[in-house]
């Protein structure tokens, strides 16, 4: 059975910086993908980055791309996601997802499990 349990969230003063983690177990890392999903206040969900099973291809939405930076540690199956000079907008409730198949994009549909997220607030 696969598990994808999150951690590291949290309040976070404006201007500072987070790592997310992601630890998944039960799951065949020969062929996976890994994304991000954020569910933002009053926002629908959203795939805000992905990485390949070897961490040589990532992908990021425009909106995290200049401060967001996602890694693998395949010996340890475990995800980081780091976040620099943390804004409000980054506020929201992040899911880590898997997929049991070569993938790195952003459609979240195509993810087979999923963690019950971490919770993100930045104060201003």
């Known amino acids: 059975q696969v598990q994808v349990v999150e951690s590291g969230g949290g309040l976070v003063q404006a201007g500072g910086s987070l790592r997310l983690s992601c630890i998944v177990s039960?799951?065949?890392?020969?062929?996976?993908?890994m994304g991000w999903i954020r569910q933002a206040p009053g926002k629908e969900r959203e795939a805000i980055s992905c990485?390949?099973?070897?961490?040589?291809?990532?992908g990021y939405a425009d909106s995290v791309k200049e401060r967001y930076t996602f890694s693998w540690d395949i010996v340890k199956h475990t995800l980081n996601l780091r976040i620099r000079n943390v804004k409000p907008e980054d506020t929201g409730l992040y899911y880590c997802?898997?997929?049991?198949?070569?993938?790195?994009?952003?459609?979240?549909?195509?993810?087979?499990?999923w963690g019950r997220g971490t919770q993100v607030t930045v104060s201003s």
């Open positions: 997802a898997a997929k049991g198949r070569w993938y790195c994009g952003l459609d979240q549909s195509q993810f087979d499990s």
């Open positions: 039960g799951f065949n890392f020969l062929n996976a993908g």
């Open positions: 990485i390949s099973r070897d961490g040589s291809i990532t």
